[in-house]
């Protein structure tokens, strides 16, 4: 975990969790998944399985078909800032559609979309050597947390 990220530690032994993963901009997305898979095994979830859609835009549809099937999903993606109005389109749709699926199915949906200006924005935050934060770590782990935090109090 990087220096100013949130240490949550939490026991997510038992959990089935689904990272699902944009395929554009390799080595950022390289970064967030390997992230992510520190994140849970950290908390020890040892039953994960990576699907991998082609853009960002993509990730609300495939958690929603996967979402049933989990305990949690982890939603991985970047967006880099271009000239045209495709960066607003696709980060709203991402945001809503992600949001969309945790409320409607109950299934907590880990945020690891970047939007950045820059691909050296994405780059420090993709959690690779180099990097401050590590975002694919923190979405994994405020996925388990939120899991365990909601079986608290209603289990």
Do not use: N
């Not at 990220?5 to 038992?14: A, E, H, N, Q």
């Not at 040892?46 to 099937?69: I, K, S, Y």
């Not at 045209?84 to 991402?94: D, K, L, M, N, R």
């Not at 969309?100 to 690891?112: D, N, W």
């Amino acid at each position: 975990m990087k220096d100013g990220s949130p240490v949550i530690t939490v026991d997510g032994s038992g959990l089935r969790v689904a990272v699902v993963a944009a395929s554009w901009h390799a080595t950022i997305m390289d970064g967030l998944i390997d992230g992510a898979r520190r994140g849970l095994a950290d908390a020890s979830v040892t039953d994960v399985d990576l699907v991998r859609v082609p853009g960002t835009f993509e990730l609300a549809v495939a958690c929603a078909r996967l979402a049933p099937r989990y305990d949690a999903l982890v939603a991985l993606g970047v967006v880099i800032r271009g000239g045209t109005p495709h960066f607003e389109y696709v980060c709203q749709s991402a945001t809503v559609g992600l949001t969309e699926v945790s409320v409607r199915s109950g299934i907590p949906v880990g945020f690891g979309v970047l939007t950045c200006d820059d691909e050296q924005q994405a780059l420090a935050r993709a959690g690779i050597p180099g990097s401050s934060e590590d975002k694919g770590y923190e979405a994994a782990t405020a996925a388990v947390a939120t899991v365990t935090a909601l079986r608290a109090v209603l289990e």
